[in-house]
């Protein structure tokens, strides 16, 4: 019987051995490997050697170092990994500089930092970028959407704007027909409680002070087509206190811009108006006997800078508010109004005594110095906790016996405004409805 020898096995031979014509060749990445390892270990061990040694990195693009992510988050500890990582390099604002610098003198322009997407933050005290499905907030950056936009526009003699005013125009969330009748919608559950509403909209700088604009930016054409439309239904429809007047009055009486070069919000000129204005517009003629003037300067960090990874600082004129003439009322500037921030005194002439809540955004808090002086009950609460706490801010409504909106331009235009949202109107309303004002 024929026996069938078997064939003599071949030795085992690692894939990357075979002819490269064979099927199950693979060529060895192994250099490759090693690189990429010895690179991903430098980019996440550096920050904590640089620790150990004394280096502090410090927060530029405004906004909170990334916090070393937690292990029990499961798989989110490897994706939160590289933003921990990028935040905590030391020598991240001076690498910023360098390459600024390098455009500059290589190729006459500015290095294009604030292109693509915007971080989670926008200028000082701006708040965070919300999730796609959530309610806006103020001053957030362009989203996913803007392509082409600027986080920063460069104007004439330094000055800088803020991209998202265009962007908010050309690119809006909802329909501005749509955010003027969520508007009424939130005006009648006030009035229908026996409350008083008003609604103002502080101007962007690009608004008011335009002449520093470059003759061309992105958004500038469907943005400037847009605005009188978006202003006349703001103030027509909506029932809009407009600000655009009294704050180039006050502009041209200071003989100075009413905006910073580098900063996206007002000077104290600006929330004196704001006071004034609202006080005006809760009492009409209670601002007879104010009188204020200048008392001093300061200077604090700049807005914009920090959205091109650089540092800034801007000097305000500080102002004293007597509202009966002679008591200054003005009070220390608040830090923040996440949470409900309240300022009571004693009544004097020219203040309004009833409770004022004003639900606003940065611009109320810029202003936080002033609005104690005009408003002898006051309660300050920034929109976007809508979000994180909606029952608070149902709670202030209801709380009140005159409701103030204030939002800014860009995101009135946008319709990025987390109050408009059914949900909340729908709070804000039981909560009002079951303590009403007859």
């Not at 990357?16 to 996440?44: D, N, S, Y």
């Not at 970028?129 to 600027?150: F, H, K, N, Q, W």
């Not at 104290?268 to 517009?281: C, N, P």
């Not at 809508?386 to 016996?401: C, E, G, I, M, R």
Request: proline fraction near 9%.
């Amino acid at each position: 019987m024929h026996v069938a020898q078997e064939s003599p096995k071949l030795p085992a031979v690692h894939e990357a051995w075979l002819p490269r014509e064979h099927a199950l060749h693979r060529p060895r990445h192994g250099g490759k490997q090693l690189t990429a390892i010895a690179c991903a270990l430098v980019f996440f061990v550096a920050p904590t050697l640089s620790w150990v040694f004394g280096a502090r990195p410090s927060e530029i693009e405004n906004h909170e170092l990334a916090a070393f992510p937690s292990l029990a988050d499961g798989w989110s500890f490897f994706t939160d990994l590289p933003a921990w990582a990028t935040d905590q390099l030391v020598f991240r604002s001076g690498a910023i500089a360098a390459a600024d610098a390098v455009s500059q003198g290589l190729f006459g322009e500015p290095a294009p930092l604030d292109q693509g997407t915007a971080p989670d933050a926008g200028p000082l005290p701006g708040l965070p970028l919300p999730p796609p499905d959530a309610g806006g907030v103020e001053d957030s950056g362009p989203s996913d959407g803007g392509a082409g936009y600027r986080r920063v526009v460069r104007g004439a003699d330094g000055w800088l704007y803020y991209g998202y005013d265009a962007d908010a125009k050309c690119s809006p969330v909802r329909p501005m027909d749509e955010t003027v009748a969520k508007l009424g919608e939130l005006r009648e559950a006030v009035e229908s409680s026996g409350r008083r509403f008003v609604f103002v909209v502080a101007p962007d700088k690009s608004t008011v002070v335009p002449e520093y604009l470059p003759g061309n930016y992105p958004g500038k054409d469907c943005a400037t087509a847009a605005s009188g439309e978006v202003w006349r239904k703001l103030t027509e429809e909506a029932g809009a206190l407009d600000l655009r007047g009294p704050l180039r009055a006050a502009q041209q009486e200071t003989g100075s811009p009413i905006y910073p070069p580098n900063d996206t919000h007002w000077t104290d000129e600006g929330s004196v108006v704001l006071t004034r204005e609202l006080a005006e517009a809760v009492e009409p003629g209670t601002t007879l006997t104010w009188r204020s003037e200048r008392t001093s300067q300061y200077t604090i960090d700049a807005d914009l800078p920090p959205l091109l990874g650089k540092s800034g600082e801007k000097t305000n004129t500080a102002y004293d508010l007597r509202p009966d003439g002679r008591t200054d009322r003005t009070a220390a500037p608040i830090g923040s109004i996440d949470t409900p921030a309240y300022r009571v005194s004693v009544p004097v002439t020219g203040t309004v005594d009833e409770q004022v809540l004003i639900f606003g955004d940065s611009f109320t808090e810029t202003s936080s110095r002033y609005l104690p002086g005009g408003f002898a009950n006051l309660t300050m609460l920034a929109y976007p906790s809508v979000n994180s706490d909606p029952d608070t801010a149902a709670k202030a409504f209801a709380d009140s016996q005159v409701v103030v909106v204030e939002t800014v331009e860009r995101a009135a235009s946008s319709g990025n405004l987390p109050f408009l949202e059914d949900d909340f109107i729908a709070s804000a309303r039981k909560a009002m409805a079951a303590r009403p004002i007859r």
